[in-house]
């Protein structure tokens, strides 16, 4: 039998302990925002961040997550989600798995999961706390507090780019005044 971790002896000699130095997975929602562009004054596609109010990074924006708690990773998204931005979502089959990548040396693994986009109005709610010090739809890519999610934030503006996707995520740029009474008129 092969172990990926390190094995030590027991104390008492008799059999080897055998250490697994498993990841910490972490959960990272990605999620769309419909709401106006501040510079375009169109109804679009943003993209959901949050100001950390924890160290690491804490003052920079970053995509909503953290780690999970001996729970479907899909669940733990959504959990996280709804902490940090309060944004409730119950159906973890709207949960799709975007990325998945190690850093720290492998200590970590983080699983990218995106969701369907949700309306600027699903944001009112939100009350700054230890975790979170604001949320901030942005739309254009900017570095965000982590390398791994900068480069998600790229790959999701990118993505809006492809008739197809946006045609899924419904992103068409239409002038405020085109569409029906909303929150956001």
Same mark, same amino acid.
């Given at each position: 039998? &092969?172990?990926?971790?390190?094995?030590?002896?027991?104390?008492?000699?008799?059999?080897?302990?055998?250490?697994?130095?498993?990841? &910490?997975?972490?959960?990272?929602?990605?999620?769309?925002?419909?709401?106006?562009?501040?510079?375009?004054?169109?109804?679009?596609?943003?993209?959901?961040?949050?100001?950390?109010?924890? /160290?690491?990074?804490?003052?920079?924006?970053?995509?909503?997550?953290?780690?999970?708690?001996? =729970?479907?990773?899909?669940?733990?998204?959504?959990?996280?989600?709804?902490?940090?931005?309060?944004?409730? $979502?119950?159906?973890?089959?709207?949960?799709?798995?975007?990325?998945?990548?190690?850093?720290?040396?492998?200590?970590?693994?983080?699983?990218?999961?995106?969701?369907?986009?949700?309306?600027?109005?699903?944001?009112?709610?939100?009350?700054?706390?230890?975790?979170?010090?604001? $949320?901030?739809?942005?739309?254009?890519?900017?570095?965000?507090?982590?390398?791994?999610?900068?480069?998600?934030?790229?790959?999701?503006?990118?993505?809006?780019?492809?008739? =197809?996707?946006? /045609?899924?995520?419904?992103?068409?740029?239409?002038?405020?005044?085109?569409?029906?009474?909303?929150?956001?008129?």
């Amino acid at each position: 039998m &092969t172990s990926l971790g390190t094995s030590s002896p027991h104390n008492s000699g008799a059999q080897p302990a055998i250490h697994y130095l498993n990841p &910490t997975p972490v959960v990272v929602a990605i999620v769309p925002v419909r709401a106006v562009n501040p510079a375009s004054g169109l109804l679009e596609l943003g993209l959901l961040t949050v100001e950390r109010g924890i /160290e690491p990074q804490v003052g920079h924006l970053a995509l909503p997550g953290g780690y999970l708690e001996y =729970e479907d990773w899909r669940a733990g998204l959504l959990r996280e989600l709804f902490e940090e931005t309060t944004v409730k $979502i119950d159906d973890v089959s709207c949960v799709t798995l975007r990325g998945a990548m190690s850093i720290d040396n492998n200590r970590k693994v983080i699983l990218f999961g995106s969701l369907p986009p949700v309306e600027h109005s699903d944001l009112r709610n939100f009350a700054p706390h230890r975790e979170c010090s604001r $949320i901030e739809v942005i739309f254009e890519p900017q570095n965000l507090a982590f390398p791994t999610h900068t480069e998600m934030a790229r790959l999701f503006f990118d993505s809006l780019r492809v008739p =197809e996707v946006c /045609e899924e995520l419904s992103c068409l740029r239409m002038p405020k005044g085109q569409f029906p009474a909303s929150p956001l008129s």
